[in-house]
């Protein structure tokens, strides 16, 4: 009795963990490419999970110039966060991560990562 108990909560845990782990890096479905900066500047969003009709799609976003490097920038909900980018001249663009306010249904930025691409560029880093 005790052994078959602790098989089916094994054989539980083990179909959770399939089910329900996801690689937050996964490329394997893209969403959308914006470009930036009026130059080979690109944001490439995938799709991690999809939400359906009650929530968000879980999206991991990448910073590119699609040659000599690709940088992680985040994963996130897009029904409730969301990333900003502003560039400043050829070299400097800031990313903005940004939060719904449940309150007044406005997004607020909870965080701010300054790149500068010509370190970028010479760092060839791909994740």
């Not at 009026?38 to 009709?53: H, P, R, T």
């Not at 996130?76 to 990313?95: K, M, P, W």
């Amino acid at each position: 009795m005790f052994n078959k108990v602790v098989k089916y909560n094994i054989l539980f845990l083990l179909l959770f963990s399939l089910c329900y782990c996801n690689n937050n890096r996964s490329k394997k479905k893209i969403k959308a490419v914006i470009t930036l900066c009026n130059q080979q500047l690109f944001v490439e969003k995938y799709e991690i999970s999809g939400g359906g009709a009650y929530d968000g799609d879980i999206i991991s976003a990448y910073l590119t110039d699609s040659t000599n490097f690709r940088l992680y920038l985040r994963t996130y909900d897009n029904a409730h966060e969301g990333l900003r980018f502003q560039c400043s001249g050829e070299n400097i663009i800031t990313v903005y991560y940004l939060v719904a306010d449940t309150t007044s249904n406005e997004f607020e930025v909870r965080d701010t990562t300054v790149y500068n691409l010509t370190l970028l560029r010479k760092k060839k880093i791909f994740e």
